[in-house]
C-alpha cells in the first residue's frame, strides 16, 4: 500500500512540475494561514524557492500555522518572523477586527517590502 501511494505521489508531483507556469520563479506568503483543503498538504508540491513571512504578535494567524506550512515545503525556503509584526500590519490600512503589534504598520511594510 505504502509503495503505491508513493507512485501516486511522486506521478502527482511530476504532473505539478510539468505544469508549473515557468514565468513564476519564487513563492512568498504573508501570514499563511491554514485552509480547506490543505495548504501545508500542498506546500509538499512547491517546487520554487520559497519564503514564509510572519509577524511574531499575529494574533489571527499564529506563527506556528505558517511553520507547519514551511516544514511541509521541500523546494528550497525561508522563515521569517517580523518582530513586533502582526497579522494586519501587512495590509495598508485598518479593517473591524484586525490585530496590531508593537511595530506600526508603516514599520512593519517597510520591513516586509525589503525583504
Known amino acids: 500500500m505504502n509503495e503505491q501511494f508513493d507512485q501516486l505521489l511522486n506521478q502527482a508531483r511530476t504532473d505539478i512540475a510539468a505544469a508549473a507556469d515557468t514565468?513564476?520563479?519564487?513563492?512568498?506568503?504573508?501570514?499563511?494561514?491554514?485552509?480547506?483543503?490543505?495548504?501545508?498538504?500542498?506546500?509538499?508540491?512547491?517546487?520554487?524557492?520559497?519564503?514564509?513571512?510572519?509577524?511574531?504578535?499575529?494574533?489571527?494567524?499564529?506563527?506556528?500555522?505558517?511553520?507547519?506550512?514551511?516544514?511541509?515545503?521541500?523546494?528550497?525556503?525561508?522563515?521569517?518572523?517580523?518582530?513586533?509584526g502582526s497579522h494586519c500590519g501587512f495590509v495598508d490600512s485598518a479593517f473591524f477586527g484586525c490585530d496590531s503589534g508593537s511595530l506600526s504598520r508603516a514599520e512593519q511594510l517597510a520591513k516586509t517590502r525589503a525583504l
Open 23 to 84: 514565468r513564476i520563479k519564487c513563492m512568498v506568503t504573508l501570514a499563511a494561514a491554514e485552509t480547506n483543503p490543505s495548504s501545508s498538504a500542498a506546500s509538499v508540491s512547491i517546487q520554487r524557492p520559497s519564503c514564509f513571512i510572519v509577524g511574531s504578535q499575529d494574533t489571527i494567524v499564529a506563527p506556528a500555522t505558517t511553520l507547519s506550512q514551511f516544514n511541509a515545503c521541500d523546494a528550497p525556503r525561508q522563515f521569517v518572523t517580523i518582530a513586533g
